[in-house]
């Protein structure tokens, strides 16, 4: 079968025409592939930066970790999915028997195992995936944009582990890819009085702007700006950094109130020093990261929130290519891209 297969540690990942077919384990669950997003994550491996060494793949693997698809065969001992069910995938592989696993902490699992870099992953027509990790789409909910509920997963997670702070107040997003869109498009959804985008990409930040957004350029005077807005609160109540540039959590930190949340949900490439007495003993910031969804919370609340079609994440996808295509799909995530999804056995015809 066809996949896209990251061979070696360096540049690059191959396209290959006659992998194996997936041996399912009794606790494996078969899925035909529909639809795999590309994510940021993907370039970094592509192009073996620092953060992408950082995961310590278990090489060769088949990469790919935003997928969604219909299940072909079920394992055994499989006993919650069946043929025919349609699931997208969540791409942390939890034991399920460790001390975070046991207290409810799964995403955060001491033996976590990642999809498209421990385990094989979605950019291939088949592949075979613990049951543990399988999620059954709602009815009303696409194939497509079941591919997108993984990086879509990550902004709800960020939102409720700032206690949902922007509530009726200021929030800042820092960084407009699709994970930082989908932060302002919940934020605007559940009530903020004002979001800030920050975003050097004039493409992404029209995207935002019509999503509500007053947007800004890094070069911009953010902190005065947030200052003005937020008027007698003296800052946001809350500040999403998603961009993962080193230069951005400085920032946020000054632009957020007394007493305000900053969450951290991309990786910097490199260490960032915080003046604690200042950000975290006296101005008394909390300061938390996010990595992954929480499980199992995340996708019952997103599910639900696609379902009652209160939320849309259709609009996220600008283009549909094939697996071969995977090069072209990396080139266009620098560009005027948004959601790039990759159909292993072909563009979807219409939203199935
Ligand atoms: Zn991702
Ligand atoms: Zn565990």
């Known amino acids: 079968m066809e996949a896209i297969i990251k061979n070696r540690p360096g540049h690059g990942a191959e396209f290959i025409k006659d992998l194996s077919e997936p041996i399912v384990g009794k606790r494996d669950v078969l899925i035909e592939v529909a639809a795999a997003s590309v994510c940021g994550t993907d370039r970094e491996l592509y192009e073996w930066t620092p953060s992408a060494q950082a995961f310590n793949l278990e090489l060769p693997v088949v990469i790919g970790h935003e997928v969604s698809g219909t299940v072909l065969e079920v394992g055994s001992d ?37 999809l498209g870099m421990h385990v094989n992953g979605g950019f291939a027509q088949r592949t075979a995936v613990p049951e543990s990790i399988v999620v059954k ?18 902004a709800l997670t960020a939102l409720a582990r700032s206690g949902f702070a922007g509530v009726g107040g200021v929030v800042v997003v820092s960084g407009c890819g699709p994970v ?17 985008a920050i975003e050097p990409n004039p493409y992404r930040r029209a995207i ?37 540039a080193p230069s951005a959590l400085p920032t946020l930190l000054e632009a957020v109130r007394r007493e305000g949340d900053v969450v951290t949900i991309g990786h910097p490439g490199s260490k960032i020093p915080i003046d604690i007495a200042a950000y975290i003993n006296k101005k008394g ?37 094939n697996l071969r295509d995977f090069d072209h799909a990396i080139e266009l995530l620098t560009g005027e891209a948004n959601k790039v999804v990759l159909f292993p056995n072909g563009v979807l015809s219409d939203n199935q």
């Open 285 to 321: 910031i909390t300061l938390r990261g996010v990595f992954g969804r929480r499980l199992w919370s995340t996708w019952e609340d997103l599910s639900h929130l696609l379902a009652s079609g209160r939320l849309d994440l259709s609009w996220l996808i600008t283009h549909r290519l």
């Open 137 to 154: 789409l709602p009815e009303s909910v696409s194939l497509e944009v079941g591919s997108l509920m993984e990086s879509a997963g990550v």
């Open 208 to 244: 935002a702007e019509s999503l509500g957004a007053q947007v800004l350029d890094p070069s911009d005077d953010v902190v005065d700006y947030v200052r003005t807005v937020s008027g007698r609160r003296g800052g946001a109540d809350v500040a999403f950094e998603v961009s993962a």
């Open 78 to 114: 499989v006993t919650t999915i069946a043929p025919g069910d349609r699931v997208a995938l969540e791409s942390h592989v939890p034991c399920l028997d460790c001390y975070q696993c046991r207290i409810g902490n799964a995403h955060n699992c001491l033996n976590m195992r990642i």
């Open 180 to 196: 930082g869109l989908v932060a302002i498009q919940l934020s605007m959804l559940f009530g903020a009085s004002h979001v800030i």
